[in-house]
């Protein structure tokens, strides 16, 4: 993926009058010799700033070379849903991933059909399931996230977006976890799984209680289950 010398690409053929120009984008300039991953884009060795369409254009080109069958990039074809592909090259990833301020300046507008993203680490990088995660929920505050499934453990990790460090791991011996959920008051965790009995975690204590099964049924599985705006009542999807 390491390209040297001049990128060229003839787009002539391609290359169609715009509906409209947003002077903005010829003001807004760019640094492209500041991160190593995209001093690729220059064409002169000297080169440092560039304008924001000059940018986009050359990163378009960029990653048409790399990617000649990419289908989004071509002409005359209809919107689709857009999916990433581990075949993505280094450089357009690694731009897409950096945090330095590639701005020259913080007055510019979003452009008009150009979507920018950022890949984060995955919230459970550091104590990932070894089977499938059934339930995920950011608690009221937004910094915790619980993430339930099938390995029977509950983890909870505190969101960063950096390193996302897990802060508490419980383990149900005799419950996969098929549902995991707040309190809408974020004191405690709801968990159930397909049995007649459900937990109860209590996160300021950091115990677990065992409930049911409920009196009065006869029900075999409580996977299923709704809690009250006001956190003082849960439903269960019956089968009767």
Same mark, same amino acid.
């Given at each position: 993926?390491?390209?040297?010398?001049?990128?060229?690409?003839?787009?002539?053929?391609?290359?169609?009058?715009?509906?409209?120009?947003?002077?903005?984008?010829?003001?807004?300039?760019?640094?492209?010799?500041?991160?190593?991953?995209?001093?690729?884009?220059?064409?002169?060795?000297?080169?440092?700033?560039?304008?924001?369409?000059?940018?986009?254009?050359?990163?378009?080109?960029?990653?048409?070379?790399?990617?000649?069958?990419?289908?989004?990039?071509?002409?005359?074809?209809?919107?689709?849903?857009?999916?990433?592909?581990?075949?993505?090259?280094?450089?357009?990833?690694?731009?897409?991933?950096?945090?330095?301020?590639?701005?020259?300046?913080?007055?510019?507008?979003?452009?008009?059909?150009?979507?920018?993203?950022?890949?984060?680490?995955?919230?459970?990088?550091?104590?990932?399931?070894?089977?499938?995660?059934?339930?995920?929920?950011?608690?009221?505050?937004?910094?915790?996230?619980?993430?339930?499934?099938?390995?029977? %453990?509950?983890?909870? $990790?505190?969101? &960063? *977006?950096?390193?996302?460090?897990?802060?508490?791991?419980?383990? #149900?011996?005799? /419950?996969?976890? %098929?549902?995991?959920? $707040?309190?809408? &008051? *974020?004191?405690?965790?709801?968990?159930?799984?397909?049995?007649? #009995?459900?937990? /109860?975690?209590?996160?300021?204590?950091?115990?677990?209680?065992?409930?049911?099964?409920?009196?009065?049924?006869?029900?075999?599985?409580?996977?299923?289950?709704?809690?009250?705006?006001?956190?003082?009542?849960?439903?269960?999807?019956?089968?009767?």
């Amino acid at each position: 993926n390491d390209l040297k010398g001049e990128i060229r690409v003839d787009v002539n053929e391609t290359k169609r009058k715009p509906a409209w120009v947003d002077e903005e984008e010829e003001r807004t300039t760019i640094n492209i010799a500041k991160v190593n991953r995209i001093r690729k884009l220059r064409q002169e060795e000297g080169e440092v700033t560039i304008s924001e369409s000059a940018y986009v254009s050359r990163l378009r080109a960029q990653h048409v070379k790399l990617n000649p069958r990419t289908e989004w990039a071509q002409p005359n074809l209809k919107e689709k849903g857009y999916n990433s592909s581990d075949d993505d090259s280094d450089l357009i990833d690694g731009i897409l991933r950096t945090d330095e301020d590639l701005m020259m300046r913080s007055s510019s507008k979003l452009q008009p059909g150009v979507l920018e993203y950022s890949t984060l680490i995955d919230a459970n990088a550091q104590d990932p399931s070894s089977e499938p995660i059934k339930s995920v929920q950011f608690h009221r505050n937004a910094e915790l996230l619980l993430a339930g499934g099938l390995d029977r %453990r509950v983890r909870l $990790f505190q969101i &960063d *977006g950096k390193r996302n460090p897990p802060i508490q791991s419980i383990f #149900f011996d005799d /419950c996969p976890v %098929r549902k995991a959920s $707040f309190l809408p &008051d *974020g004191s405690q965790v709801i968990v159930s799984g397909r049995r007649k #009995f459900f937990y /109860c975690i209590d996160l300021v204590k950091a115990k677990a209680a065992k409930f049911g099964p409920l009196v009065g049924t006869e029900e075999k599985s409580l996977e299923m289950f709704e809690i009250s705006p006001d956190s003082s009542t849960i439903s269960f999807v019956g089968n009767e």
